[in-house]
């Protein structure tokens, strides 16, 4: 049959149990696929769904099932390799009503098919204009009356006839929102849960030569002593490294559940499909030649992605470092990194596959442990969403770091930080670079935004940003051993004046207050250090605590350690230390910056992080200052709504694109309508008489301006307060002689009251998702660039921040002889903007430009918006999905 369905009807979902599964359409080449998932049913699954026996489907009935219209009829298919393992369907039987069944393969029941399918077809049926599910179900099938009822949705049922009927409303709820995303949390922090805690491991492409990456990984799987059997796979060999060698993984007599792949690019499609076979849950591709080497390495790493998925494996890599748990019951290096730090509570992500070695020798020169470490390499499937979905559960993990290179779903990402990052702090450094996905440092001139807007993206979501991998860890260790600060005040204890001076000038650049410092003297006893941070730890005018220990000579220092500790015994502020210029932590300081050293063991809570300098360990108190007043104020995720603002929205946006195929820009007033937005009238002109018939039906006292917009923002192409006829003759003409004969004005009717010229911007950026900026409209504040940014949505208190962060924001708060005006009406027209930006995905821009903010409200005077058709639903929306 001819027709068609979106692309985005397609998908690769995450299972409950952490396997994966691809969602489509049925299509009629199905047919036998169809029959052999039917023969695979038991009795009691074909009875509960045709209400008797039916031990086959007729030839009629499968052409039937596999030739939909999709439009009236639609069914969407689960298959994990060739096979289809559950079928769901609907009908529609009225218009906006639908019959919907569903059936799954008794081997993949529990395992949460029913409940993504039902997502993905509920979002099918509402593009198709359907708005209620009607399902008749026998009494005792609870396994579908209870998919049904815990999808979150408006759900009734009666019985009658010995048949329940079940009746479910598809408008989209905060509940059903929630069980999504729910849902999706546990499904993927239990894939990335099955690649880190292995029973088994099989190197496939270990070989004898020395120095190889297979034999690498393997001899690093052996020397950590993981508490599984190892299985190296070659070919040609019998043993590697004393290791008894398979031909093949089929030839492995026990199961395999993770297999690391160091073979030639060009063989690692044939090796997927074997690990499949044998059942291999999960796979780690150290090889490269894939997606960083152009763009057929990019379609080989595609194919590797489809496979993967589409055989139920989840994939680490390619051209990675590989992963490792230090859990004592699992013991995994699967790296090409000889050691790993011992146990900790740091979960530590890197994109680069090539710093991963370096970063992990910087961990543990420090004196630190980790819980888990993964470098995800070209991140063709697993993401630094996927690991922080895990590390949220996994009790072991206590601080997040992540080196990231690009945001692959930049939504869902900031979704999830936001979230996290109030139970659990997120450091992250940012780089430039990748195979896959826009990089996060080119990210500024991809659409013209700044640098320091990212920094405000993060701190919007939580995440400590931090410049270098030096801070990262500066941080890390602070947090991994030290409670949170109460606030900004900082006691400063020193044996040097120099020094203390140094600290106390970083904490005022850095935003801290620190306190008159406790200068001890170069010859200060053990007994004087700890009697003064005993002193200030008590003291309630402090909120943390720095002190530096650098004597002159060689002292005893043994003994003022033991006294620093002693001091800070069961203290609930935070205290850093600058001991002799080390790096790392007492009581198990290690030994000067650039030497190596591997613990024994991860320091106790409590141990005090040591710096190298005052000025390093009071940047790493200011990053957690901030995170902490970060975490204090009151969580305020701004719901997601769809409603009839967004689907008239939508509709302006899809007359406006009809039949276009590149973005339009348009005037914004018939837009910002829906969501009761009113943008001042204006007319464009040509001529002096134009403008007075304009004027005559705006009303009088009129504005004339440049009608471009960019030519508008220019000094002196306005004219205010024009009350006549002649005197509006006089201010086009003026205009017309500055700006040239051609070009077009602009007519408006005069805002009622003065204010403060500001300007709202939308922009979907490709790196990190929709962002609203605001700034005021005065020349000086453009030219300075002086902007707040926000990621779409926005809460009230984003909003108000974005309001306050401009250095131009005293205007607003009658300052500098300026009025008070109504930023509160301000700060709720940055929320619709938010909104606008996160509900409709055909906005590329939006420009509201001026918006005068008066005493009483706010005037938006232009606004401006690009639209462009969207590939399909934005990523982070509508039902779950990988990638």
Known sequence: MDAQYPAHWEADVVLTDGGTAHVRPIRPEDADRLRSFYSRLSAESIYFRFFGPRPRLSDREIDRFTNVDYVDRVALIATIGAEMVAVIRYDRIEPGEAEVAFLVEDAHQGRGVASVLLEHLAATARERGITRFIADVLPNNQKMMAVLRLAGYTAQSSFADGVVRMTLDLTPTETAQEVTVGREHRAEARSIERLLNPGSVAVVGASREPGGVGQTVLRNLLAADFTGPVYPVHREVRAVAGVRAYPSLAAIDGEVDLAVLAVPADGVLDI?????????????????????????????????????????????????????????????????????????????????????????????????????????????????????????????????????????????????????????????????????????????????????????????????????????????????????????????????????????????????EPRPPVNLGPQARPAEFGGAMTGLLGDDEVDALVVVYMPPIPGDRDAVAAEMRRAVAGAAKPVLATFEGRIGMLPELSVPRGADRHPGRDPARGSIPSYAAPEEAVRALAHVVRYARWRERPSAVPPRRTGPDTQAAGEVAAAALAGRTSPVEIDAAELLACYGVTVWPAETVRSAQEAVAAAERLGWPVVVKAADPEAAKRAGTVRLGLSGPDALRQAYDDLSRQLGPDAALEVQHMAPQPGVPTVISVVDDLAVGPVVSFGLGEVTARLLRDRSYRLAPLSPEDAAGAVRSVRAAPLLFGEYGYPPVAVEALEELLVVAGRVADELPELYRLELDPVLVGEAGVSVLAARAVLRSPDGPRRDGGPRRLG
């Open 272 to 512: 997927v499909k074997e690990a499949a076979a044998k059942g291999v849950r999960g796979l780690i591709v150290v090889s490269s030649g894939f997606g960083e080497t152009g763009p057929e390495g990019r379609g080989r790493q595609d194919e590797l992605v489809r496979i993967a998925r589409s055989y139920g494996l989840r994939v680490v890599g390619p051209n990675c470092l590989g992963v490792a748990n230090t859990d004592p019951a699992v013991r995994l290096n699967a790296t090409l990194a000889a050691r790993i730090p011992l146990r900790g509570r740091v979960g530590f992500f890197s994109q680069s596959g090539a710093l991963g070695t370096a970063l992990l020798q910087r961990v543990a020169q420090r004196g630190m442990g980790i819980s888990s470490f993964v470098s995800a390499g070209n991140r063709a499937d697993v993401s630094g969403n996927d690991l922080l979905q895990y590390w949220e559960e996994d009790q072991a993990t206590e601080v997040i770091l992540l080196y990231l290179e690009s945001f692959g779903n930049p939504r869902k990402f900031a979704r999830l930080a936001r979230r996290i990052s109030r139970r659990k702090p997120i450091v992250a450094v940012k780089s430039g670079g990748t195979t896959r996905g826009v990089p996060v440092g080119h990210a500024a001139p991809v659409l013209g935004l700044p640098d320091t807007a990212l920094t405000s993206l993060f701190e919007q979501a939580g995440v400590i940003r931090v410049d270098d991998l030096i801070q990262q860890f500066d941080v890390a260790q602070l947090l991994a051993y030290q409670p949170l600060p109460a606030g900004p005040r900082v006691g400063v204890v020193s044996n040097s004046d120099a020094l203390a001076l140094l600290a106390v000038d970083a904490c005022v650049s850095a935003g801290l």
